[in-house]
């Protein structure tokens, strides 16, 4: 479908044409004739699927249509992370170049001139607010907001923030909203607390799945089963063989994260660390020099797997595997950008096995085994691997568990 055979405004149509954009991706065409509709709606779609667009549009063309009082806060949109929210607002700017709307960043982390127009824009009434829980509650617990005219509420990558633990934010917020608004929600999974907070705070909500996309084939994926220990090691010996530029460690946990860098930079190599405890002037510098070559090596949690498009990353390691299979696919993602081609290593360990398996069952092939350097001492027995149920054995000693009768799912592509 193309997007002028949707109901949007004229002005949005006319940025969208601007910008080279003329065909929806499947969320999109689901979402936005049922925002338009005023309808409640959840949508379960990973980063990358046109989310972003599938709100902002029709949200800008509601706007042009609905009476609404351009002296009040209009919409708020709720990200967990001050990356995402940057991202919302930098394509806010380009969807919304035509419209006469005005929107205000409400994020952490900023110096105080920052915060002094965050608070302007919460005081006169901008249209459109761009915010993390935890920073538009700091505004309301020293200043009065009138929400009195929000007639839009918008949680992106809801399951995100219920798991930095904003849940509690998220209703002291919804508490100060009027009951009548329209709700939209979208998640990159839908677990059972999502549908308890939709329940809370939606009414009759139509409900659009998009399958979960497969890593693209320009990634090429592989796996090296060893020890925690050889972990390290086999990735300093990586880098500087190849002298790579531009490669991202991801790990699980940011205190693993600021290890890893100490001891990456104590080898030669030149790393940075990316993670929440760092201020948000320090994120910028780290990305900006990531970008321009200036940093050989981030060393990131998933907050770097969602919303940061750099184009020429040859390689992503995930020093530890991640727990679900979104997550994974996030992070391998930032390689093979804008028709390139990448490389993504997943280390690991007898204890992540489990969640190997699970995420190969997801991507249902066999992804490749790399040898461990006999430098680095004996790879694990494969028979740590096997797991308490049946299967059959398979390269490397991984095992996945038996499908049964059941049909593989056939994966769905992005237009």
Same mark, same amino acid.
């Given at each position: 479908?193309?997007?002028?055979?949707?109901?949007?405004?004229?002005?949005?149509?006319?940025?969208?044409?601007?910008?080279?954009?003329?065909?929806?991706?499947?969320?999109?065409?689901?979402?936005?004739?049922?925002?338009?509709?005023?309808?409640?709606?959840?949508?379960?779609?990973?980063?990358?699927?046109?989310?972003?667009?599938?709100?902002?549009?029709?949200?800008?063309?509601?706007?042009?249509?609905?009476?609404?009082?351009?002296?009040? !806060?209009?919409?708020?949109?709720?990200?967990?992370?001050?990356?995402?929210?940057?991202?919302?607002?930098?394509?806010?700017?380009?969807?919304?170049?035509?419209?006469?709307?005005?929107?205000? /960043?409400?994020?952490?982390?900023?110096?105080?001139?920052?915060?002094?127009?965050?608070?302007?824009?919460?005081?006169? $009434? %901008?249209?459109?607010?761009?915010?993390?829980? $935890?920073?538009? !509650?700091?505004?309301?617990?020293?200043?009065?907001?009138?929400?009195?005219?929000?007639?839009?509420?918008?949680?992106?990558?809801?399951?995100?923030? !219920?798991?930095?633990?904003?849940?509690?934010?998220?209703?002291?917020?919804?508490?100060?909203?009027?009951?009548?608004?329209?709700?939209?929600?979208?998640?990159?999974?839908?677990?059972?607390?999502?549908?308890?907070?939709?329940?809370?705070?939606?009414?009759?909500?139509?409900?659009?799945?998009?399958?979960?996309?497969?890593?693209?084939?320009?990634?090429?994926?592989?796996? !090296?089963?060893?020890?925690?220990?050889?972990?390290?090691?086999?990735?300093?010996?990586?880098?500087?063989?190849?002298?790579?530029?531009?490669?991202?460690?991801?790990?699980?946990?940011?205190?693993?994260?600021?290890?890893?860098?100490?001891?990456?930079?104590?080898?030669?190599? *030149?790393?940075?660390?990316?993670?929440?405890?760092?201020?948000?002037?320090?994120?910028?510098?780290?990305?900006?020099?990531?970008?321009?070559?200036?940093?050989?090596?981030?060393?990131?949690?998933?907050?770097? %797997?969602?919303?940061?498009?750099?184009?020429?990353?040859?390689?992503?390691?995930?020093?530890?595997?991640?727990?679900?299979?979104?997550?994974?696919?996030?992070?391998?993602?930032?390689?093979?950008?804008?028709? *390139?081609?990448?490389?993504?290593?997943?280390?690991?360990?007898?204890?992540?096995?489990?969640?190997?398996?699970?995420?190969?069952?997801?991507?249902?092939?066999?992804?490749?085994?790399?040898?461990?350097?006999?430098?680095? $001492?004996?790879?694990?027995?494969?028979?740590?691997? %096997?797991? /308490?149920? $049946?299967?059959?054995?398979?390269?490397?000693?991984?095992?996945?568990?038996?499908?049964? *009768?059941?049909?593989?799912?056939?994966?769905?592509?992005?237009?």
């Amino acid at each position: 479908m193309y997007f002028d055979e949707l109901p949007l405004s004229d002005e949005v149509l006319d940025a969208l044409w601007d910008m080279h954009f003329d065909t929806c991706t499947p969320v999109q065409e689901q979402t936005i004739p049922i925002i338009l509709n005023h309808r409640d709606v959840i949508s379960c779609a990973q980063t990358g699927t046109g989310k972003t667009a599938a709100y902002i549009l029709p949200l800008l063309t509601n706007l042009q249509f609905d009476g609404h009082d351009p002296n009040k !806060l209009n919409a708020i949109i709720m990200a967990p992370t001050r990356e995402l929210a940057q991202q919302i607002d930098q394509q806010m700017e380009g969807f919304g170049y035509y419209v006469p709307f005005s929107s205000v /960043p409400v994020y952490g982390g900023n110096d105080s001139r920052n915060f002094s127009t965050q608070t302007n824009g919460l005081k006169t $009434g %901008a249209d459109i607010v761009i915010a993390t829980p $935890g920073r538009l !509650l700091s505004h309301m617990n020293i200043m009065d907001i009138d929400f009195s005219g929000v007639k839009y509420f918008i949680l992106d990558e809801a399951d995100r923030m !219920l798991d930095m633990g904003f849940y509690d934010d998220i209703m002291k917020i919804v508490q100060c909203l009027p009951r009548d608004r329209q709700t939209i929600m979208f998640s990159a999974t839908m677990p059972e607390d999502i549908r308890r907070l939709a329940k809370r705070i939606m009414t009759d909500p139509a409900e659009v799945k998009i399958a979960i996309a497969r890593p693209p084939e320009s990634i090429a994926q592989r796996a !090296l089963c060893c020890y925690e220990t050889q972990k390290i090691p086999f990735i300093i010996e990586r880098l500087k063989q190849e002298h790579l530029k531009k490669v991202i460690v991801f790990a699980g946990k940011k205190q693993r994260v600021k290890e890893l860098t100490v001891l990456l930079s104590r080898q030669g190599l *030149n790393a940075r660390a990316m993670h929440s405890d760092l201020e948000q002037k320090q994120r910028d510098e780290v990305m900006l020099d990531f970008r321009n070559n200036k940093v050989d090596v981030m060393v990131a949690t998933d907050i770097v %797997a969602r919303g940061i498009d750099v184009d020429d990353i040859p390689l992503v390691i995930n020093f530890d595997v991640p727990r679900d299979a979104e997550d994974y696919v996030h992070r391998i993602g930032r390689t093979a950008r804008a028709e *390139n081609k990448g490389e993504a290593v997943t280390l690991v360990s007898p204890e992540d096995a489990r969640y190997w398996n699970k995420i190969e069952r997801f991507l249902q092939k066999d992804i490749q085994r790399l040898t461990l350097p006999s430098s680095l $001492g004996d790879a694990p027995d494969n028979n740590l691997y %096997a797991q /308490p149920t $049946g299967g059959r054995r398979r390269n490397g000693g991984f095992r996945r568990r038996s499908r049964g *009768n059941r049909s593989p799912r056939k994966p769905q592509h992005r237009k």
